[in-house]
Antibody, heavy 119, light 108 residues
Framework: QVQLVESGGGLVKPGGSLRLSCAASGFTFSDYYMSWIRQAPGKGLEWVSYISSSGSPIYYADSLKGRFTISRDNAKNSLYLQMNSLRAEDTAVYYC????????????WGQGALVTVSS | SYVLTQPPSVSVAPGQTARIPCGGHSIGSKSVHWYQQKPGQAPALVIYYDNDRPSGIPERFSGSNSGNTATLTISRVEVADEADYYCQVWDSSRDHQVFGTGTKVTVL
Protein backbone atom coordinates (compact mmCIF):
# COMPACT_ATOMS: atom_id res chain seq x y z
CA GLN A 1 0.00 0.00 0.00
CA VAL A 2 1.08 3.59 -0.55
CA GLN A 3 3.03 5.02 2.36
CA LEU A 4 4.59 8.43 2.84
CA VAL A 5 6.61 8.99 5.99
CA GLU A 6 7.99 12.43 6.84
CA SER A 7 10.96 13.00 9.13
CA GLY A 8 13.27 15.81 10.14
CA GLY A 9 10.84 18.09 11.93
CA GLY A 10 11.63 19.75 15.24
CA LEU A 11 12.35 22.96 17.08
CA VAL A 12 14.57 25.53 15.37
CA LYS A 13 15.46 29.12 16.20
CA PRO A 14 14.40 32.00 13.94
CA GLY A 15 16.86 32.34 11.09
CA GLY A 16 17.82 28.68 11.31
CA SER A 17 17.53 25.88 8.80
CA LEU A 18 15.89 22.49 8.68
CA ARG A 19 15.62 19.72 6.09
CA LEU A 20 12.51 17.58 5.89
CA SER A 21 12.53 14.18 4.25
CA CYS A 22 9.68 12.04 2.97
CA ALA A 23 10.22 8.33 2.39
CA ALA A 24 7.84 6.85 -0.17
CA SER A 25 6.88 3.22 -0.62
CA GLY A 26 4.16 1.08 -2.18
CA PHE A 27 4.24 2.77 -5.58
CA THR A 28 6.67 3.69 -8.36
CA PHE A 29 7.94 6.94 -6.92
CA SER A 30 9.62 8.10 -10.13
CA ASP A 31 6.26 8.09 -11.94
CA TYR A 32 4.63 10.69 -9.72
CA TYR A 33 4.76 14.41 -9.11
CA MET A 34 5.04 15.28 -5.40
CA SER A 35 4.12 18.22 -3.20
CA TRP A 36 4.73 19.73 0.21
CA ILE A 37 1.70 21.28 1.93
CA ARG A 38 1.71 22.85 5.38
CA GLN A 39 -0.79 23.67 8.09
CA ALA A 40 -0.13 26.19 10.83
CA PRO A 41 -1.62 25.33 14.24
CA GLY A 42 -5.39 25.77 14.11
CA LYS A 43 -5.25 27.08 10.55
CA GLY A 44 -6.06 25.85 7.05
CA LEU A 45 -3.99 24.11 4.43
CA GLU A 46 -1.31 26.05 2.56
CA TRP A 47 0.45 24.72 -0.52
CA VAL A 48 4.23 25.06 -0.30
CA SER A 49 5.87 23.50 -3.33
CA TYR A 50 5.54 20.98 -6.14
CA ILE A 51 8.09 18.96 -8.11
CA SER A 52 7.58 16.94 -11.27
CA SER A 53 8.47 13.27 -11.53
CA SER A 54 11.81 14.04 -13.18
CA GLY A 55 12.69 16.96 -10.90
CA SER A 56 11.76 19.73 -13.30
CA PRO A 57 9.60 21.78 -13.38
CA ILE A 58 9.40 22.97 -9.79
CA TYR A 59 6.96 25.54 -8.38
CA TYR A 60 6.82 27.40 -5.07
CA ALA A 61 4.29 29.47 -3.18
CA ASP A 62 5.06 33.17 -3.54
CA SER A 63 5.22 33.62 0.24
CA LEU A 64 8.39 31.52 0.47
CA LYS A 65 10.46 34.03 -1.51
CA GLY A 66 13.32 31.68 -2.27
CA ARG A 67 13.85 30.42 1.28
CA PHE A 68 12.66 26.86 0.62
CA THR A 69 14.02 24.31 -1.87
CA ILE A 70 12.23 21.13 -2.91
CA SER A 71 14.15 18.20 -4.35
CA ARG A 72 13.84 14.47 -4.86
CA ASP A 73 16.00 11.38 -5.23
CA ASN A 74 14.15 8.83 -7.32
CA ALA A 75 16.80 6.20 -6.63
CA LYS A 76 16.09 6.51 -2.92
CA ASN A 77 12.31 7.00 -3.28
CA SER A 78 12.64 10.19 -1.29
CA LEU A 79 11.36 13.75 -1.34
CA TYR A 80 13.04 16.63 0.48
CA LEU A 81 12.32 20.17 1.60
CA GLN A 82 15.25 22.36 2.59
CA MET A 83 14.01 25.28 4.67
CA ASN A 84 16.31 28.25 5.32
CA SER A 85 15.92 31.59 7.10
CA LEU A 86 13.03 30.17 9.08
CA ARG A 87 10.51 32.51 10.68
CA ALA A 88 7.94 32.09 13.42
CA GLU A 89 5.21 32.08 10.77
CA ASP A 90 6.75 28.95 9.23
CA THR A 91 5.65 26.99 12.30
CA ALA A 92 3.36 24.30 10.97
CA VAL A 93 2.82 20.64 10.28
CA TYR A 94 4.42 19.88 6.93
CA TYR A 95 2.79 17.19 4.83
CA CYS A 96 4.33 15.30 1.96
CA UNK A 97 1.73 14.39 -0.67
CA UNK A 98 1.60 12.38 -3.86
CA UNK A 99 0.00 14.16 -6.78
CA UNK A 100 -2.81 12.51 -8.71
CA UNK A 101 -1.72 11.36 -12.15
CA UNK A 102 -3.13 13.66 -14.80
CA UNK A 103 -4.49 16.20 -12.34
CA UNK A 104 -3.27 18.63 -9.75
CA UNK A 105 -4.74 16.96 -6.71
CA UNK A 106 -3.08 15.08 -3.86
CA UNK A 107 -4.27 11.50 -3.51
CA UNK A 108 -2.02 10.28 -0.70
CA TRP A 109 -0.63 12.22 2.25
CA GLY A 110 1.95 11.48 4.91
CA GLN A 111 1.17 11.85 8.60
CA GLY A 112 3.03 15.17 8.75
CA ALA A 113 6.13 16.57 10.43
CA LEU A 114 5.87 19.38 12.96
CA VAL A 115 8.25 22.28 12.52
CA THR A 116 8.36 24.81 15.34
CA VAL A 117 10.29 28.03 14.88
CA SER A 118 10.87 29.72 18.20
CA SER A 119 13.64 31.25 20.25
CA SER B 1 -3.86 35.70 -6.60
CA TYR B 2 -6.72 33.26 -6.96
CA VAL B 3 -8.92 33.02 -3.87
CA LEU B 4 -11.29 30.24 -2.82
CA THR B 5 -13.88 31.15 -0.20
CA GLN B 6 -15.73 28.68 2.02
CA PRO B 7 -18.09 29.26 4.95
CA PRO B 8 -16.32 28.63 8.27
CA SER B 9 -18.93 26.15 9.45
CA VAL B 10 -21.90 24.08 8.39
CA SER B 11 -24.18 22.22 10.78
CA VAL B 12 -26.36 19.30 9.79
CA ALA B 13 -28.46 16.68 11.53
CA PRO B 14 -27.68 12.99 11.05
CA GLY B 15 -29.38 11.58 7.98
CA GLN B 16 -29.77 14.98 6.35
CA THR B 17 -27.79 16.52 3.49
CA ALA B 18 -24.81 18.84 3.95
CA ARG B 19 -23.80 21.20 1.15
CA ILE B 20 -20.46 22.95 1.33
CA PRO B 21 -19.90 25.77 -1.17
CA CYS B 22 -16.54 26.87 -2.51
CA GLY B 23 -16.55 30.23 -4.26
CA GLY B 24 -13.98 31.41 -6.77
CA HIS B 25 -13.91 33.53 -9.91
CA SER B 26 -15.02 31.35 -12.84
CA ILE B 27 -14.28 28.26 -10.79
CA GLY B 28 -16.53 26.36 -13.19
CA SER B 29 -13.68 26.50 -15.71
CA LYS B 30 -11.31 24.69 -13.34
CA SER B 31 -11.12 21.19 -11.91
CA VAL B 32 -12.04 21.21 -8.22
CA HIS B 33 -10.85 18.71 -5.65
CA TRP B 34 -12.11 18.20 -2.10
CA TYR B 35 -10.37 16.95 1.04
CA GLN B 36 -11.68 15.75 4.39
CA GLN B 37 -9.55 16.27 7.49
CA LYS B 38 -10.49 14.78 10.84
CA PRO B 39 -8.89 16.05 14.06
CA GLY B 40 -5.28 14.98 14.41
CA GLN B 41 -5.19 13.34 10.98
CA ALA B 42 -3.78 14.19 7.58
CA PRO B 43 -6.24 15.35 4.91
CA ALA B 44 -7.80 12.72 2.67
CA LEU B 45 -9.02 13.19 -0.89
CA VAL B 46 -12.78 12.63 -1.15
CA ILE B 47 -13.62 14.17 -4.55
CA TYR B 48 -11.42 14.93 -7.56
CA TYR B 49 -12.16 16.34 -11.00
CA ASP B 50 -15.29 18.05 -9.65
CA ASN B 51 -17.27 14.84 -9.03
CA ASP B 52 -15.09 11.73 -9.13
CA ARG B 53 -14.63 9.65 -6.01
CA PRO B 54 -11.41 7.82 -5.10
CA SER B 55 -11.85 4.14 -4.30
CA GLY B 56 -13.23 3.66 -0.82
CA ILE B 57 -15.13 6.94 -0.67
CA PRO B 58 -18.87 6.37 -0.19
CA GLU B 59 -21.34 7.36 -2.89
CA ARG B 60 -22.85 9.72 -0.32
CA PHE B 61 -20.08 12.15 -1.29
CA SER B 62 -20.62 14.05 -4.53
CA GLY B 63 -19.56 17.29 -6.11
CA SER B 64 -20.70 19.85 -8.63
CA ASN B 65 -19.05 22.85 -10.22
CA SER B 66 -20.50 25.68 -12.27
CA GLY B 67 -20.08 29.40 -12.68
CA ASN B 68 -18.43 30.86 -9.59
CA THR B 69 -19.31 28.10 -7.13
CA ALA B 70 -18.32 24.50 -6.60
CA THR B 71 -20.24 22.42 -4.06
CA LEU B 72 -19.45 19.32 -2.06
CA THR B 73 -22.60 17.46 -1.10
CA ILE B 74 -22.73 14.85 1.63
CA SER B 75 -25.98 12.89 1.59
CA ARG B 76 -27.35 10.93 4.53
CA VAL B 77 -24.80 12.52 6.84
CA GLU B 78 -23.26 10.34 9.55
CA VAL B 79 -21.49 11.32 12.75
CA ALA B 80 -18.27 10.01 11.19
CA ASP B 81 -18.51 12.73 8.52
CA GLU B 82 -17.78 15.40 11.13
CA ALA B 83 -14.54 16.99 9.92
CA ASP B 84 -12.97 19.98 8.19
CA TYR B 85 -13.42 20.08 4.42
CA TYR B 86 -11.22 21.95 1.96
CA CYS B 87 -11.68 22.66 -1.72
CA GLN B 88 -8.63 22.99 -3.97
CA VAL B 89 -7.82 24.03 -7.54
CA TRP B 90 -4.73 24.55 -9.67
CA ASP B 91 -4.21 28.16 -10.66
CA SER B 92 -2.66 27.63 -14.08
CA SER B 93 -1.97 31.34 -14.55
CA ARG B 94 0.61 31.19 -11.75
CA ASP B 95 1.32 27.44 -11.54
CA HIS B 96 0.15 27.42 -7.93
CA GLN B 97 -2.04 25.05 -6.01
CA VAL B 98 -4.77 26.93 -4.11
CA PHE B 99 -6.77 25.70 -1.12
CA GLY B 100 -10.06 27.04 0.12
CA THR B 101 -10.38 28.51 3.59
CA GLY B 102 -11.95 25.35 4.95
CA THR B 103 -15.36 24.46 6.37
CA LYS B 104 -15.98 22.69 9.65
CA VAL B 105 -18.92 20.32 9.35
CA THR B 106 -20.68 19.65 12.63
CA VAL B 107 -23.17 16.81 12.90
CA LEU B 108 -25.75 17.84 15.46
Amino acid sequence: QVQLVESGGGLVKPGGSLRLSCAASGFTFSDYYMSWIRQAPGKGLEWVSYISSSGSPIYYADSLKGRFTISRDNAKNSLYLQMNSLRAEDTAVYYCARECQGSHCSDYWGQGALVTVSS
Amino acid sequence: SYVLTQPPSVSVAPGQTARIPCGGHSIGSKSVHWYQQKPGQAPALVIYYDNDRPSGIPERFSGSNSGNTATLTISRVEVADEADYYCQVWDSSRDHQVFGTGTKVTVL
